[in-house]
């Protein structure tokens, strides 16, 4: 069964930074598509970034690239997601997401297969 746990949301002032963590079990990450998404109360989910782990070819949405990296550690089976330079409107729900099938990073959720629970980041102005 492949199940994704996310991990380092918190509260954090404008302009600071946050490190999210997606540890996933029940599958190798080592060819597949991760992706990070959020969704804030009374939108939907959009795509931040996403990667190709048999390349580490990566994408992201226009409203955090330059501030946001996204990587991976086969090894620990984990996918990164490091924000700098926060905003009040980076705050959402993040949810990492796995398409074991996949091979080119996408942003659409409906490419992904399976989905963590959730980290909540609250950015304060």
């Known amino acids: 069964q492949v199940q994704l746990v996310e991990s380092g949301g918190g509260s954090v002032q404008a302009g600071g930074s946050l490190r999210l963590s997606c540890i996933v079990s029940?599958?190798?990450?080592?060819?597949?598509?991760m992706g990070w998404f959020r969704q804030a109360p009374g939108k939907e989910r959009e795509g931040v970034a996403a990667?190709?782990?048999?390349?580490?070819?990566?994408i992201y949405a226009d409203s955090v690239r330059g501030r946001a990296t996204i990587s991976q550690d086969n090894a620990k089976k984990t996918v990164f997601l490091e924000t700098n330079s926060l905003k009040p409107e980076d705050t959402a729900m993040y949810y990492c997401?796995?398409?074991?099938?996949?091979?080119?990073?996408?942003?659409?959720?409906?490419?992904?297969?399976?989905w963590g629970q959730g980290t909540q980041v609250t950015v304060s102005s």
């Open positions: 997401a796995i398409n074991p099938y996949c091979r080119v990073a996408r942003l659409d959720r409906d490419a992904y297969y399976y």
């Open positions: 029940g599958t190798t990450i080592s060819w597949t598509c």
């Open positions: 990667i190709a782990t048999g390349n580490g070819a990566t």
